[in-house]
């Protein structure tokens, strides 16, 4: 166990539709990243907060957007779905005393399908 | 150019064998680090083993080893006495930069597209 929570596990919805990932990060980590796992794209970074602010974005659509709360939890919002979004979403989080390394620590992923 | 290269989308090892897994990387950041990731049929990312640029010695972790060749920018990983529990995806991935910001940095990783290793009873 990562100590990394995503939740949903799985999401099932339609094209247009408008969905909410949630992820909290391990005890004591202060920065969040989002991936992207899709079979065509592999394994993409999607956008990255540290305390609340965010820090670098990646490929992420116009159409995503997230945001760290102030108890260090994040979201992804995903909005206007098309079947191309079918992805495994992760959420991962690291330390900032580890920042020399910088290991992250991922979640389960949320495996959504958009129908 | 693909900044993280693994050439071998499958590979098997017999159970109880030592198995390498090649991953290539193209950086002009001198200060860089690298990781394995192993990703089980269930789909969870794991973290394996971690070398930085200026690491002198090769990283190891239990089974794990890591042969880091610089000149090369090869950072291989190897798994010795294989276990059925190590068929999975494996994942090379690279963090480039140093820190920009007090006390964070902006360090996603790159990833490579994965090996499929199998182990065979």
């Known amino acids: 166990d990562s100590g990394v929570t995503q939740t949903p596990k799985h999401l099932i919805t339609a094209t247009g539709q408008r969905v909410t990932l949630r992820c909290s990060p391990r005890?004591?980590?202060?920065?969040v990243y989002w991936y992207q796992q899709s079979l065509d794209q592999g394994l993409q970074f999607l956008i990255q907060y540290y305390n609340g602010e965010e820090r670098a974005k990646g490929n992420i659509l116009e159409r995503f957007s997230a945001q760290q709360f102030p108890d260090l939890h994040s979201e992804l919002n995903l909005s206007s779905l098309e079947l191309g979004d079918s992805a495994l979403y992760f959420c991962?989080?690291?330390?900032?005393?580890?920042?020399?390394?910088?290991?992250?620590?991922f979640g389960a992923g949320t495996r959504l399908s958009v129908l | 150019a693909q900044k993280i290269t693994q050439t071998q989308p499958g590979m098997f090892v017999q159970e109880k064998e030592a198995v390498t897994l090649d991953c290539t990387y193209d950086t002009s950041d001198p200060s860089y680090g690298l990781f394995w990731y192993k990703q089980p049929s269930s789909g969870e990312m794991i973290f394996l083993i971690y070398q930085g640029s200026y690491d002198q010695q090769n990283a190891t972790e239990g089974r794990y080893s890591l042969n880091f060749q610089k000149a090369r920018k090869s950072a291989n990983l190897v798994i010795s006495a294989s276990q059925l529990g190590d068929s999975a995806m494996y994942f090379c991935?690279?963090?480039?930069?140093?820190?920009?910001?007090?006390?964070?940095?902006?360090?996603?990783?790159?990833f490579g597209k994965g090996t499929k290793l199998s182990v065979i009873p």
């Open positions: 991962a989080s690291s330390a900032p005393q580890q920042e020399a390394k910088n290991i992250q620590y």
């Open positions: 991935a690279m963090r480039e930069g140093r820190n920009r910001y007090s006390g964070a940095g902006s360090y996603q990783l790159t």
């Open positions: 005890s004591g980590d202060l920065s």
